[in-house]
């Protein structure tokens, strides 16, 4: 009997385990402006990753903190007027509206 609840409990954790692991992967070309506007602490953390996408596009290791608020004021206001594009998309087009 002991064996058959380990092996449950086993078969449990393995699948929970592949569920999880499932669960945390996320495709960052398909995280929407609506998404990060919810402000879950799920979208904030999706926004860091983000910044420190583009930083590392760039080769900038500096966190300039003014110029992160002040970024993500701009990116927040983009996907408040077309909250259904991906954030990815908001931020390359203001990107190429610098240049």
């Not at 086993?10 to 385990?17: E, I, K, R, W, Y």
């Not at 007027?81 to 931020?91: F, G, I, L, W």
Request: contains cysteine; positive net charge.
């Amino acid at each position: 009997m002991n064996q058959v609840k380990l092996l449950i409990v086993t078969a449990v954790l393995v699948l929970g385990g592949v569920t999880a692991s499932q669960a945390e992967t996320i495709d960052m070309s398909k995280f929407t402006c609506e998404q990060l506007l919810q402000g879950t602490a799920d979208s904030i953390e999706y926004a860091i990753w983000l910044s420190g996408y583009y930083n590392g596009l760039r080769k900038n290791a500096k966190l300039d903190m003014d110029r992160l608020k002040h970024n993500a004021e701009i990116v927040v206001g983009e996907c408040k007027s077309n909250p259904k594009k991906t954030v990815m998309q908001t931020v390359n087009t203001l990107q190429s509206q610098k240049k």
